[in-house]
Nanobody, 123 residues
Framework: QLRLVESGGGLVQPGGSLRLSCSAP????????IGWFRQAPGKERVRISC????????RYADSVKGRFTISRDNAENSVYLQMNNLKPEDTAVYYC????????????????WGQGTQVTVSS
């Protein structure tokens, strides 16, 4: 069973940066489309980014476009979410998710989920 592990969350001031990591011990993440989601208190979980497995094409939600960058490093068997110019409204639990498909569709289900990592943006 694929188990995803997120890391890199924490407390950061507005305007700061964080890099989240998603790994899967024992599995090759390069075979999976990977999505990053977030869930703020009292709100639904939403997808903010996705990276395909076949060509590393990416998708971003409008709320993070231009500030966040998703990437993968197959040598490290990890997917990253670089978050810059963070805002208080970015505060949420961030989850990575995987599905054994080649392409990130605009709407798709993900089969595997991590436990999440908290990101808090506050002064």
């Amino acid at each position: 069973q694929l188990r995803l592990v997120e890391s890199g969350g924490g407390l950061v001031q507005p305007g700061g940066s964080l890099r989240l990591s998603c790994s899967a011990p024992g599995f090759t993440l390069g075979h999976y489309a990977i999505g990053w989601f977030r869930q703020a208190p009292g709100k639904e979980r939403v997808r903010i980014s996705c990276i395909s497995s076949n060509d590393d094409s990416t998708r971003y939600a409008d709320s993070v476009k231009g500030r966040f960058t998703i990437s993968r490093d197959n040598a490290e068997n990890s997917v990253y979410l670089q978050m810059n110019n963070l805002k208080p409204e970015d505060t949420a639990v961030y989850y990575c998710a995987a599905d054994y498909v080649s392409y990130c569709a605009a709407y798709m289900e993900f089969s595997y989920w991590g436990q999440g990592t908290q990101v808090t943006v506050s002064s």
